[in-house]
């Protein structure tokens, strides 16, 4: 076997991902942004939350509003698209009434 066909063999499952067209990889990728985005607002706010019990309201205060933005910009952003009328959006962050 030449190197040709051992890269091939083993970049075969990578590729087997993508076979579902670039929307729903794109879709895919998107819902790992936002997953990794709520676990960092989040940690931001708990962090925020420290800060004012430390003493620091000024940093408490900045951190909570900055982790409640990265932690809810998904829904932010639906609701921009919803408001403009574009609902098609390729990531769909549920049913927003």
Known sequence: MNTAHLILFKFTPLLAQAAGGLAEGASKAMGIVMLIGFIFGTICVVGGGFAIRR???????????GGLIIAGAPV????????????GSTVDVGAFE
């Open 76 to 87: 932010i952003v639906k609701a921009l698209f919803t408001a403009f009328g574009l609902d």
């Open 55 to 65: 003493g620091d309201t000024d940093a408490g205060k900045l951190s909570i509003i």
